[in-house]
């Protein structure tokens, strides 16, 4: 069953604690990318990677980190530098070139500061 | 960069009649328009989409319109039902295909009986 997955599904995170959302996909999809969710703000976008070891900084990057050393996985972290981390984070993977176009979506991790 | 504008920020339509969200974008490099339909607590998925070599795109209640000289794009949902509520993100890309999307800030439609 090919889909992307996020994990956890509820993360809560101390002050001045770094944590790492997972997401892993089997779609074969060469891009994926990480986007935060807010009420009233709709999705934005944090980084996002079309390659292998390649990944780009997106609108809302300060505070976040990511790797992407396998196709299959881009794991993002959430450092302590990020002042106001509480929100719904998605995971999202496409194609980039013919397919079928259109980005597929984790089911989200909701972070909370405790 | 691209800039993706959405309204209403919430509609609420009686159960029957039709919704119309509009979506407009800055980017003239920009020819693949999907839209997301978000149920509470759950994932955007997919519903309709268009390129800017198309004009309007129908898919059974929802169609899509898009007028590529004054930058902008609607969803019209025909005939709505209870199960048509939902927060709805229009979306713009620079290439064709769905490279880094941005979105626009959401529609909540509520579809009363």
């Known amino acids: 069953d090919g889909g992307i997955t996020q994990s956890p599904k509820y993360l809560f995170r101390k002050e001045g604690q770094n944590v790492t959302l997972s997401c892993e996909q089997n779609?074969?999809?060469?891009?994926m990318y990480w986007y935060r969710q807010d009420p009233g703000q709709g999705l934005r976008l944090i980084y996002y990677?079309?390659?292998?070891?390649?990944?780009q900084k997106g609108d809302i990057a300060e505070g976040y980190s990511v790797s992407r050393e396998k196709k299959e996985s881009f794991p993002l972290t959430v450092t302590s530098a990020q002042k106001n981390p509480t929100a719904f984070y998605l995971c999202?993977?496409?194609?980039?070139?013919?397919?079928?176009?259109?980005?597929?979506f984790g089911s989200g991790t909701r972070l909370t500061v405790v | 960069g691209e800039n993706v504008e959405q309204h209403p920020s919430t509609l609420s339509v009686q159960e029957g009649d039709s919704a119309v969200i509009k979506c407009t974008y800055s980017?003239?490099?920009?020819?693949?328009f999907p839209w997301y339909k978000q149920e509470l607590g759950k994932r955007p998925q997919l519903i309709i989409d268009?390129?800017?070599?198309?004009g309007e795109k129908k898919d059974q209640r929802i169609a899509v319109t898009l007028n590529k000289t004054a930058k902008h794009f609607s969803l019209h949902i025909t005939e709505t039902q209870p199960e048509d509520s939902a927060v709805y993100f229009c979306?713009?890309?620079?290439?064709?295909?769905?490279?880094?999307?941005?979105f626009g800030t959401g529609t909540r439609l509520q579809v009363t009986l």
């Open positions: 990677s079309q390659i292998v070891n390649d990944f």
């Open positions: 999202a993977s496409s194609v980039l070139t013919g397919g079928t176009p259109g980005y597929t």
């Open positions: 980017d003239s490099a920009s020819n693949y």
């Open positions: 979306a713009a890309a620079p290439t064709g295909t769905a490279s880094k999307l941005t």
């Open positions: 268009i390129r800017s070599n198309v």
């Open positions: 779609l074969n999809h060469d891009a």
